[in-house]
């Protein structure tokens, strides 16, 4: 277990590819059922706010693996998928606390204090940080160059958004 999640922070750091971790349908369940969990628990800890966060988070989970599966039989390299899939999971799961805990921040400081613009500053970074180390697996699984990894990992990451926020809408306060 402590290998396997050295591994996933070497990917989310940008040291390790997709093809460094082992194509195991098993390994890839397992960090599938770890993502979610992480994610859950994260989010169940903090104090709610109105929304349908599982709902988003169940979303996420489902349109991650489906467009993969679907970007890897696009580009006529499917027998990629376990791998490429495992690694978005797998350091999706090392960041998930603090993306978890940023967007929470983010939404519990209003608008004019004076903490949003830090919380705002590290969200960002942690966006960067989420697409860059996304692309540098989608990089390594397509063997594309970089800035097309870029643009599919936007592509994908508003997508999960737009779909997510279509299926469960988040109230607005006002």
């Not at 960090?31 to 988070?57: C, E, K």
């Not at 960002?124 to 996304?134: D, E, R, S, V």
Request: with cysteine; net charge positive.
């Amino acid at each position: 277990m402590r290998e396997l999640i050295l591994l996933f922070t070497q990917v989310a750091l940008l040291r390790r590819g997709p093809q460094d971790v082992p194509a195991s349908s098993l390994l890839l369940v397992l960090t599938v059922a770890g993502y979610f969990l992480i994610n859950f628990v994260v989010s169940s800890v903090l104090p709610p706010f109105p929304g349908p966060w599982l709902g988003h988070l169940c979303i996420d989970v489902v349109f991650m693996f489906v467009w993969y599966a679907a970007l890897l039989s696009l580009v006529r390299r499917p027998e990629r998928l376990l791998q490429t899939a495992t690694a978005v999971y797998g350091y999706q799961a090392v960041l998930s606390p603090l993306l978890v805990a940023s967007v929470w921040l983010t939404r519990r400081f209003p608008e004019g204090s004076v903490w949003q613009l830090p919380i705002f500053v590290v969200s960002m970074a942690l966006l960067i940080w989420t697409i860059a180390a996304n692309s540098h697996i989608v990089k390594a699984a397509l063997e594309w160059s970089m800035p097309p990894s870029v643009v599919l990992v936007v592509v994908q990451t508003l997508a999960d958004w737009r779909l997510a926020t279509a299926l469960f809408p988040v109230p607005t306060t006002g």
